[in-house]
T-cell receptor, first 111, second 115 residues
């Protein structure tokens, strides 16, 4: 059974640029959630996708957007990057109404 | 809004000893789920244990057990026979549903295990 994978592992972007992060869910899981973890903090919920539809959103601006594909993999897009967007971005997959399993994360640095 | 508080930024324990990490939460819901996740330096968040609020019996997973006090909104994690591999950040988390709804995390407790 393949676990949750994320790509890239880390990347560096310049303020104002756009970035796309990718997540492959665990086999059989139909729900994907994204979290932002700033240094020294707990993860903060960005949004969740269930069967390709957004199924809840945290307190993040519209420049954070996402997609879920028919194979349940997902993308997180961030436009107009700001310095405060520097963080570890975590993807988690689950079956609906079951616990979430996390990927290894993507470390984003905005300079 | 639900909140999760971990009042111990750092804890340390001797190898083979027992340590308890504290967590309190605030919610107006009667049905919910609580979790402890472990995040080692590799960054991957690993589920340690899960507790359903409607169950009075405390969850256990091998050396890990919880003390769930619903009225006090307290959810502590006990690690017995601590091992070097237990060293990590530990996060307490709340979810209003089965766990697939958004997780609300505390700020974490850094656990050091001394040989």
């Amino acid at each position: 059974e393949t676990g949750v994978t994320q790509s890239p592992t880390h990347l560096i972007k310049t303020r104002g640029q756009q970035v796309t992060l990718r997540c492959s869910s665990q086999s059989g899981h139909n729900t994907v959630s994204w979290y932002q973890q700033a240094l020294g903090q707990g993860p903060q919920f960005i949004f969740q996708y269930y069967r390709e539809e957004e199924n809840g959103r945290g307190n993040f601006p519209p420049r954070f957007s996402g997609l879920q594909f028919p194979n349940y993999s997902s993308e997180l897009n961030v436009n107009a990057l700001e310095l405060d967007d520097s963080a570890l971005y975590l993807c988690a997959s689950s079956l609906y109404y079951r616990e979430q399993y996390f990927g290894p994360g993507t470390r984003l640095t905005v300079t | 809004a639900q909140t999760v508080t971990q009042s111990q930024p750092e804890m340390s324990v001797q190898e083979a000893e027992t340590v308890t990490l504290s967590c309190t939460y605030d919610t107006s819901e009667s049905d919910y789920y609580l979790f402890w996740y472990k995040q080692p330096p590799s960054r991957q968040m690993i589920l340690v244990i899960r507790q359903e609020a409607y169950k009075q019996q405390n969850a256990t997973e091998n050396r890990f057990s919880v003390n769930f006090q619903k009225a006090a909104k307290s959810f502590s994690l006990k690690i017995s026979d601590s091992q070097l591999g237990d060293a990590a950040m530990y996060f307490c988390a709340y979810s209003p549903q089965g766990g697939s709804e958004k997780l609300v995390f505390g700020k974490g407790t850094k656990l050091t295990v001394n040989p």
